[in-house]
């Protein structure tokens, strides 16, 4: 399974990426911390989940999101966010590839859960 995690906090990004449920997967896991950077990911690669943090401090995730739905229509997203923007589930109605959306203060492993759930699903 492949996966891009969007997040622009280094920390946060790297707890994401070593969560113990991705690596018990195999998961092959890149990260991009702006706009920029994850649409040259999704121009190089093929992934099976994005993870997705709403708030980039450069660039739009909504344009993230909207990028990997044209470039890779089967890929999913797990939208984070520590905003109330969106928790009222109309994330759904502006992203086609919304898999989800939780809090950002959700246990790295429930995210990677989630990552894997999705990622099972679209793999044949």
């Avoid at 896991?29 to 099976?48: G, H, I, K, Y």
Wanted: charged share 25%; proline share 2%.
């Amino acid at each position: 399974m492949n996966v891009l995690i969007v997040e622009s906090r280094d920390t946060l990004g790297m707890v994401w990426a070593r969560a113990r449920a991705l690596a018990r997967e195999g998961a092959q896991v890149r990260r991009a911390r702006s706009q920029a950077e994850a649409a040259s990911w999704l121009q190089s690669e093929t992934f099976d989940v994005i993870v997705l943090d709403v708030v980039l401090d450069e660039g739009s995730a909504l344009a993230v999101a909207d990028f990997a739905s044209y470039r890779q229509p089967e890929a999913k997203v797990v939208f984070v966010t520590d905003t109330s923007f969106f928790s009222d589930g109309t994330i759904f109605n502006y992203c086609v590839n919304a898999a989800a959306c939780v809090s950002s203060g959700t246990d790295p492993e429930d995210i990677a859960a989630l990552v894997e759930h999705h990622g099972r699903v679209t793999r044949p």
